[in-house]
């Protein structure tokens, strides 16, 4: 009997220290994001009126969504949590932000400027951006295959996540409950591999 127990007792504990070494593997490892292709470069210009050329964007880890200022629907909601990511990666300074419109006939530098100051925009971290219509389609469509910027102000709601190397690693579709945290969480695991 009790070589039976010491038996058991030892397989008991054997199980327990495979379990535990099990879970400590799965915590020391994240599952690798998906890729989902390149961004090409592209030059649009900022809120600023200034040029803004992508390369810029290089070393950075940076989130992208498609939006229009006159929006009744989503974008004001869109817009928001945006500014709620702002402030949640207050502490990762070198995560970007980038809004391209979809109505760049109404969309000026001026308009996108007031509309950023109204939403608490970052300049140096948060950039809204215009520029002809064919290019920014070629962005929204052929890029980050979300929407076309035709004139019809149709556009994605999700967010898209890109990576320090110019790739795309994520979407988010901004009615779920739980998009922020899981952005957040990849966010930090491309900081990390960044880093």
Not at 41 to 57: H, M, N, R
Not at 170 to 195: C, K, N, P, V, W
Request: proline share 7%; hydrophobic share 40%.
């Amino acid at each position: 009997m009790r070589a039976g127990a010491g038996n058991w007792g030892l397989a008991a504990g054997a199980a327990v220290v495979a379990i535990a070494a099990a879970l400590l593997a799965g915590c020391s490892t994240s599952k690798p994001l998906p890729d989902y292709g390149p961004v090409p470069e592209f030059q649009l210009t900022a809120q600023t009126g200034q040029p803004f050329d992508s390369k810029s964007l290089r070393g950075h880890v940076w989130v992208a969504d498609f939006i229009y200022t006159t929006c009744p629907g989503p974008c004001p909601m869109m817009t928001a949590d945006m500014h709620r990511l702002q402030v949640k990666t207050a502490g990762m300074p070198d995560v970007k932000l980038v809004s391209f419109t979809v109505d760049p006939a109404t969309d000026t530098p001026p308009v996108l400027a007031v509309y950023a100051k109204n939403f608490s925009a970052d300049p140096a971290r948060w950039y809204f951006l215009t520029g002809p219509q064919s290019r920014l389609n070629t962005i929204g469509f052929n890029t980050f295959h979300l929407n076309q910027v035709d004139g019809k102000l149709n556009h994605s709601t999700r967010f898209s996540l890109v990576d320090a190397h110019g790739r795309i690693r994520g979407y988010y579709l901004t009615s779920d409950a739980d998009f922020m945290q899981h952005l957040l969480t990849d966010i930090r695991q491309l900081e990390h591999e960044r880093t």
